[in-house]
Protein backbone atom coordinates (compact mmCIF):
# COMPACT_ATOMS: atom_id res chain seq x y z
CA UNK A 1 0.00 0.00 0.00
CA UNK A 2 1.65 3.34 -1.37
CA UNK A 3 2.04 5.25 2.29
CA UNK A 4 1.50 8.81 0.36
CA UNK A 5 -1.81 8.80 2.30
CA UNK A 6 0.16 9.23 5.66
CA UNK A 7 1.91 12.22 4.81
CA UNK A 8 -1.31 13.71 2.66
CA UNK A 9 -3.07 16.08 5.48
CA UNK A 10 -6.07 17.61 3.43
CA UNK A 11 -7.93 20.80 4.70
CA UNK A 12 -10.73 19.10 6.40
CA UNK A 13 -8.84 16.53 8.37
CA UNK A 14 -6.77 19.17 9.65
CA UNK A 15 -9.82 21.34 10.07
CA UNK A 16 -11.10 18.30 12.27
CA UNK A 17 -7.63 18.08 14.19
CA UNK A 18 -8.08 21.67 15.19
CA UNK A 19 -11.70 21.08 16.09
CA UNK A 20 -10.45 18.47 18.41
CA UNK A 21 -8.24 21.19 20.24
CA UNK A 22 -11.12 23.72 20.99
CA UNK A 23 -13.45 21.23 23.74
CA UNK A 24 -16.62 23.25 23.14
CA UNK A 25 -16.40 22.82 19.36
CA UNK A 26 -19.43 20.93 18.48
CA UNK A 27 -18.39 19.90 14.25
CA UNK A 28 -20.25 23.22 13.68
CA UNK A 29 -17.50 24.77 12.94
CA UNK A 30 -15.42 22.09 10.88
CA UNK A 31 -18.47 22.16 8.99
CA UNK A 32 -18.75 26.06 8.36
CA UNK A 33 -14.70 26.16 6.95
CA UNK A 34 -15.83 22.91 4.76
CA UNK A 35 -18.25 24.80 3.18
CA UNK A 36 -16.18 27.80 2.60
CA UNK A 37 -13.53 25.82 1.12
CA UNK A 38 -16.00 24.60 -1.38
CA UNK A 39 -17.49 28.19 -2.40
CA UNK A 40 -13.46 28.74 -2.44
CA UNK A 41 -12.56 26.02 -5.43
CA UNK A 42 -15.72 27.34 -7.18
CA UNK A 43 -14.17 31.18 -7.14
CA UNK A 44 -11.11 29.46 -7.93
CA UNK A 45 -12.24 27.71 -11.01
CA UNK A 46 -13.61 31.31 -12.50
CA UNK A 47 -10.70 33.11 -11.43
CA UNK A 48 -8.21 30.63 -13.21
CA UNK A 49 -10.27 30.78 -16.44
CA UNK A 50 -11.62 34.37 -16.04
CA UNK A 51 -10.37 35.36 -19.40
CA UNK A 52 -12.14 32.57 -21.35
CA UNK A 53 -15.38 33.33 -20.14
CA UNK A 54 -15.82 36.74 -20.05
CA UNK A 55 -15.67 37.19 -16.52
CA UNK A 56 -12.77 39.59 -17.30
CA UNK A 57 -13.92 43.56 -17.01
CA UNK A 58 -16.31 45.55 -14.58
CA UNK A 59 -19.77 44.73 -13.51
CA UNK A 60 -20.33 48.44 -14.74
CA UNK A 61 -21.69 49.52 -11.43
CA UNK A 62 -19.42 51.20 -7.81
CA UNK A 63 -19.58 49.28 -4.43
CA UNK A 64 -20.13 51.77 -1.11
CA UNK A 65 -16.47 52.74 -1.20
CA UNK A 66 -17.15 53.89 -4.84
CA UNK A 67 -14.34 50.82 -6.38
CA UNK A 68 -15.36 50.15 -9.66
CA UNK A 69 -16.98 46.56 -9.07
CA UNK A 70 -15.42 43.88 -11.48
CA UNK A 71 -17.92 40.83 -12.36
CA UNK A 72 -15.60 38.51 -10.80
CA UNK A 73 -16.27 40.47 -7.32
CA UNK A 74 -19.69 40.32 -8.22
CA UNK A 75 -19.47 36.43 -8.20
CA UNK A 76 -17.11 35.62 -5.63
CA UNK A 77 -19.40 37.81 -3.66
CA UNK A 78 -22.44 36.05 -4.59
CA UNK A 79 -20.90 32.47 -4.72
CA UNK A 80 -19.47 32.79 -0.50
CA UNK A 81 -23.45 33.98 -0.04
CA UNK A 82 -25.07 31.19 -1.54
CA UNK A 83 -22.51 28.40 -0.49
CA UNK A 84 -22.90 29.80 3.37
CA UNK A 85 -26.56 30.69 3.60
CA UNK A 86 -28.06 27.06 4.13
CA UNK A 87 -25.59 25.19 6.25
CA UNK A 88 -26.81 26.52 9.46
CA UNK A 89 -23.39 27.42 10.98
CA UNK A 90 -23.60 31.27 10.13
CA UNK A 91 -26.53 33.70 11.82
CA UNK A 92 -25.57 36.72 9.50
CA UNK A 93 -22.74 37.66 7.24
CA UNK A 94 -21.43 40.67 6.35
CA UNK A 95 -19.47 41.61 2.56
CA UNK A 96 -16.82 44.55 1.63
CA UNK A 97 -19.06 44.44 -1.26
CA UNK A 98 -22.94 45.23 0.45
CA UNK A 99 -23.35 47.71 2.43
CA UNK A 100 -25.78 46.33 4.83
CA UNK A 101 -25.23 43.09 6.31
CA UNK A 102 -26.33 39.72 5.08
CA UNK A 103 -28.98 37.75 6.43
CA UNK A 104 -29.75 34.35 5.82
CA UNK A 105 -32.94 33.21 3.79
CA UNK A 106 -36.08 32.37 6.12
CA UNK A 107 -35.93 29.47 5.32
CA UNK A 108 -32.75 27.98 6.78
CA UNK A 109 -31.25 27.07 10.51
CA UNK A 110 -29.60 29.98 12.04
CA UNK A 111 -26.29 29.13 13.74
CA UNK A 112 -23.97 30.35 16.19
CA UNK A 113 -21.22 32.27 13.79
CA UNK A 114 -20.82 35.27 11.96
CA UNK A 115 -18.90 35.37 8.90
CA UNK A 116 -16.98 38.42 7.48
CA UNK A 117 -14.98 38.17 3.91
CA UNK A 118 -13.94 40.58 1.04
CA UNK A 119 -14.84 38.28 -1.55
CA UNK A 120 -12.00 38.95 -3.61
CA UNK A 121 -9.22 41.40 -3.02
CA UNK A 122 -6.95 42.87 -5.77
CA UNK A 123 -9.92 43.36 -8.05
CA UNK A 124 -7.91 46.03 -9.85
CA UNK A 125 -5.62 43.93 -10.87
CA UNK A 126 -7.84 41.05 -12.04
CA UNK A 127 -7.70 41.85 -15.95
CA UNK A 128 -3.61 41.98 -15.61
CA UNK A 129 -3.77 38.30 -14.25
CA UNK A 130 -1.98 39.48 -11.33
CA UNK A 131 -2.47 37.55 -7.95
CA UNK A 132 -5.90 37.78 -6.21
CA UNK A 133 -7.43 36.80 -3.14
CA UNK A 134 -10.71 36.26 -0.55
CA UNK A 135 -10.40 37.27 2.89
CA UNK A 136 -12.31 35.88 5.80
CA UNK A 137 -12.76 36.27 9.27
CA UNK A 138 -15.26 34.35 11.54
CA UNK A 139 -16.37 35.36 15.20
CA UNK A 140 -19.55 33.72 17.53
CA UNK A 141 -22.37 35.43 17.56
CA UNK A 142 -23.22 38.07 20.65
CA UNK A 143 -27.05 38.54 19.93
CA UNK A 144 -29.04 35.63 21.60
CA UNK A 145 -30.99 34.27 18.53
CA UNK A 146 -32.51 34.04 15.55
CA UNK A 147 -31.28 36.18 12.92
CA UNK A 148 -27.55 37.66 13.78
CA UNK A 149 -27.21 41.84 14.05
CA UNK A 150 -24.70 44.51 12.76
CA UNK A 151 -23.37 43.94 16.68
CA UNK A 152 -22.64 40.53 15.83
CA UNK A 153 -20.82 41.85 12.88
CA UNK A 154 -18.58 44.78 14.34
CA UNK A 155 -16.92 43.31 17.06
CA UNK A 156 -13.12 43.82 18.11
CA UNK A 157 -10.68 41.65 16.26
CA UNK A 158 -9.66 40.02 19.83
CA UNK A 159 -12.68 38.60 19.26
CA UNK A 160 -12.12 36.57 16.33
CA UNK A 161 -12.32 32.70 17.01
CA UNK A 162 -10.52 32.07 13.12
CA UNK A 163 -9.19 33.90 10.12
CA UNK A 164 -7.99 33.23 7.00
CA UNK A 165 -7.46 34.13 3.52
CA UNK A 166 -7.22 32.21 -0.22
CA UNK A 167 -4.68 33.51 -2.62
CA UNK A 168 -5.38 32.70 -6.39
CA UNK A 169 -2.01 33.34 -7.68
CA UNK A 170 0.77 30.94 -9.29
CA UNK A 171 -0.78 28.17 -6.89
CA UNK A 172 -3.62 28.81 -5.21
CA UNK A 173 -3.63 28.66 -1.81
CA UNK A 174 -5.21 28.52 1.89
CA UNK A 175 -3.97 30.07 4.51
CA UNK A 176 -5.54 29.79 8.20
CA UNK A 177 -5.93 30.36 12.02
CA UNK A 178 -7.96 28.87 14.55
CA UNK A 179 -5.43 30.48 17.51
CA UNK A 180 -3.37 27.81 17.42
CA UNK A 181 -0.55 28.83 14.63
CA UNK A 182 -1.15 29.57 11.57
CA UNK A 183 -1.19 26.51 8.46
CA UNK A 184 -1.08 26.86 4.91
CA UNK A 185 -2.55 24.84 2.16
CA UNK A 186 -1.93 24.48 -1.55
CA UNK A 187 -4.74 23.12 -3.88
CA UNK A 188 -3.70 20.32 -5.64
CA UNK A 189 -5.98 20.79 -9.12
CA UNK A 190 -5.71 17.38 -9.85
CA UNK A 191 -7.85 16.59 -6.79
CA UNK A 192 -9.20 19.26 -6.11
CA UNK A 193 -8.21 18.85 -2.26
CA UNK A 194 -6.27 21.67 -0.33
CA UNK A 195 -3.02 19.92 1.06
CA UNK A 196 -0.97 21.06 4.07
CA UNK A 197 1.86 22.42 2.76
CA UNK A 198 2.99 25.21 5.43
CA UNK A 199 2.94 23.60 8.95
CA UNK A 200 2.81 26.56 11.52
CA UNK A 201 4.04 29.23 9.80
CA UNK A 202 5.87 31.91 11.31
CA UNK A 203 7.08 35.57 10.04
CA UNK A 204 11.15 36.16 10.47
CA UNK A 205 11.71 38.35 13.56
CA UNK A 206 13.29 40.99 10.83
CA UNK A 207 12.80 41.38 6.82
CA UNK A 208 14.39 43.55 4.34
CA UNK A 209 11.86 43.85 2.36
CA UNK A 210 9.24 47.85 2.54
CA UNK A 211 5.67 47.03 0.84
CA UNK A 212 3.87 50.69 0.29
CA UNK A 213 2.23 52.31 -2.61
CA UNK A 214 5.02 55.57 -2.67
CA UNK A 215 3.25 57.29 -5.24
CA UNK A 216 1.37 58.56 -2.20
CA UNK A 217 3.87 59.58 -0.76
CA UNK A 218 3.67 63.32 -0.54
CA UNK A 219 0.35 62.67 1.58
CA UNK A 220 1.74 60.99 4.28
CA UNK A 221 2.82 62.19 8.30
CA UNK A 222 6.26 63.44 8.57
CA UNK A 223 7.35 60.65 10.55
CA UNK A 224 6.35 57.98 7.76
CA UNK A 225 8.18 59.93 5.09
CA UNK A 226 11.01 60.03 7.01
CA UNK A 227 10.66 56.34 7.95
CA UNK A 228 10.40 55.46 4.69
CA UNK A 229 14.28 57.72 3.84
CA UNK A 230 15.67 55.56 6.70
CA UNK A 231 14.67 52.39 4.50
CA UNK A 232 16.28 53.74 1.73
CA UNK A 233 19.92 54.90 3.69
CA UNK A 234 22.75 52.46 3.14
CA UNK A 235 23.51 50.42 6.64
CA UNK A 236 25.48 46.66 5.69
CA UNK A 237 24.25 45.93 9.33
CA UNK A 238 20.35 46.28 8.94
CA UNK A 239 20.67 45.16 5.69
CA UNK A 240 19.57 48.72 4.32
CA UNK A 241 18.76 49.95 1.67
CA UNK A 242 15.40 47.62 1.76
CA UNK A 243 13.53 46.75 -1.34
CA UNK A 244 10.54 47.96 -2.29
CA UNK A 245 7.98 45.18 -4.08
CA UNK A 246 4.07 46.17 -4.07
CA UNK A 247 1.82 44.07 -5.92
CA UNK A 248 -1.27 46.04 -5.14
CA UNK A 249 -3.17 43.25 -4.11
CA UNK A 250 -3.25 43.15 0.05
CA UNK A 251 -3.16 39.56 -0.25
CA UNK A 252 -0.63 39.21 -2.28
CA UNK A 253 1.35 41.51 -0.26
CA UNK A 254 0.57 40.18 3.04
CA UNK A 255 1.37 36.43 1.53
CA UNK A 256 5.10 37.89 0.86
CA UNK A 257 5.66 39.73 3.98
CA UNK A 258 4.55 36.91 6.66
CA UNK A 259 7.07 34.06 4.47
CA UNK A 260 9.71 36.60 3.88
CA UNK A 261 9.29 38.64 6.71
CA UNK A 262 9.53 43.00 6.50
CA UNK A 263 6.95 45.67 6.37
CA UNK A 264 3.47 46.30 4.68
CA UNK A 265 2.36 49.66 4.98
CA UNK A 266 -1.37 51.64 3.83
CA UNK A 267 -1.00 54.60 6.13
CA UNK A 268 -3.53 57.51 6.21
CA UNK A 269 -3.05 60.51 3.87
CA UNK A 270 -3.98 63.82 4.08
CA UNK A 271 -6.65 62.48 1.37
CA UNK A 272 -7.72 60.05 3.57
CA UNK A 273 -7.70 60.29 7.60
CA UNK A 274 -8.29 56.35 8.11
CA UNK A 275 -5.96 55.65 5.13
CA UNK A 276 -8.01 53.04 2.21
CA UNK A 277 -7.67 49.70 3.83
CA UNK A 278 -10.98 47.88 5.64
CA UNK A 279 -10.51 47.17 9.65
CA UNK A 280 -13.61 44.58 9.18
CA UNK A 281 -12.81 42.62 5.54
CA UNK A 282 -8.92 42.93 5.63
CA UNK A 283 -6.72 44.76 8.43
CA UNK A 284 -8.64 42.78 11.52
CA UNK A 285 -8.04 39.20 9.63
CA UNK A 286 -4.69 39.37 8.69
CA UNK A 287 -3.90 40.61 12.08
CA UNK A 288 -4.86 38.09 13.76
CA UNK A 289 -3.03 35.57 11.17
CA UNK A 290 0.51 37.77 11.68
CA UNK A 291 0.02 37.98 15.45
CA UNK A 292 -0.24 34.06 15.51
CA UNK A 293 2.98 34.12 13.22
CA UNK A 294 4.99 35.93 15.29
CA UNK A 295 4.58 39.31 13.74
CA UNK A 296 2.79 42.59 14.56
CA UNK A 297 0.02 44.83 13.60
CA UNK A 298 -1.18 48.47 14.69
CA UNK A 299 -2.96 51.70 13.03
CA UNK A 300 -0.06 53.75 13.48
CA UNK A 301 -0.70 53.86 17.40
CA UNK A 302 -2.32 50.19 18.69
CA UNK A 303 -3.09 46.84 17.79
CA UNK A 304 -5.25 46.85 14.98
CA UNK A 305 -7.01 44.05 17.33
CA UNK A 306 -7.88 46.14 20.06
CA UNK A 307 -9.97 49.18 17.61
CA UNK A 308 -13.21 48.91 18.96
CA UNK A 309 -14.78 49.23 15.28
CA UNK A 310 -18.22 51.60 15.06
CA UNK A 311 -19.52 50.84 11.81
CA UNK A 312 -19.27 48.15 9.19
CA UNK A 313 -17.15 50.17 6.65
CA UNK A 314 -14.68 51.41 8.63
CA UNK A 315 -11.19 52.26 7.13
CA UNK A 316 -8.02 51.80 9.38
CA UNK A 317 -4.19 53.17 8.43
CA UNK A 318 -2.59 49.57 8.46
CA UNK A 319 0.98 48.76 9.09
CA UNK A 320 2.04 45.40 9.60
CA UNK A 321 5.23 42.77 9.37
CA UNK A 322 8.02 41.44 11.28
CA UNK A 323 8.63 42.65 14.67
CA UNK A 324 11.54 44.55 14.73
CA UNK A 325 10.44 45.98 11.59
CA UNK A 326 7.17 47.49 12.61
CA UNK A 327 9.15 48.71 16.58
CA UNK A 328 11.17 51.03 14.27
CA UNK A 329 8.64 52.40 11.70
CA UNK A 330 6.68 52.66 15.09
CA UNK A 331 9.85 55.25 16.45
CA UNK A 332 9.49 57.21 13.48
CA UNK A 333 5.62 57.42 13.37
CA UNK A 334 6.50 58.22 17.57
CA UNK A 335 9.16 61.10 15.97
CA UNK A 336 12.19 59.50 16.00
CA UNK A 337 14.61 61.88 13.70
CA UNK A 338 16.49 60.65 10.94
P1 LIG B 1 -10.14 45.32 -2.94
O1 LIG B 1 -9.79 44.82 -4.32
O2 LIG B 1 -10.74 44.26 -2.05
O3 LIG B 1 -10.95 46.58 -2.99
O4 LIG B 1 -8.76 45.68 -2.21
C1 LIG B 1 -7.90 46.54 -2.85
C2 LIG B 1 -6.88 47.04 -1.86
C3 LIG B 1 -5.82 46.03 -1.50
O5 LIG B 1 -5.96 44.81 -2.18
C4 LIG B 1 -4.52 46.69 -1.90
O6 LIG B 1 -3.57 46.57 -0.88
C5 LIG B 1 -4.90 48.14 -2.09
O7 LIG B 1 -6.25 48.16 -2.45
C6 LIG B 1 -4.11 48.79 -3.16
O8 LIG B 1 -4.47 50.15 -3.13
P2 LIG B 1 -3.66 51.23 -4.03
O9 LIG B 1 -3.94 50.86 -5.45
O10 LIG B 1 -4.23 52.56 -3.61
O11 LIG B 1 -2.20 51.10 -3.68
MN1 LIG C 1 -9.58 44.02 -0.32
MN1 LIG D 1 -12.52 43.22 -2.40
Redesign the pocket.
Known amino acids: MVDTLSKVVTIERHIIEQERLHPDATGDFSGLLHDLTLAVKLIWRETSKAGLVNLLGSAGKE?I?G?QV?KL?VFADETIYKAMDHGGHLCVMAS??NEKILYLPEKYPKGKYVLLY????????IDANVS??T?FSIYKRISADGNGTEADCTQQGLKQIAAGYIIYGSSTMLVYTTGEGVFGFTLDPSIGEFLLSHENIKIPEKGKIYS??E??YKYWDEGVKKYIKYLQEEDKNESRPYSLR?????????HRTLLYGGI?M?PADIRNKKG???LM??ANPLAMILEQAGGVAIDGEKRILEIKPESLHQKTPLFLGSKFDIKTCKEFIDGREL
Open positions: NHDKDEEDPLDGSSNIGIVNGNYIGSLVSDFFYKLRYE
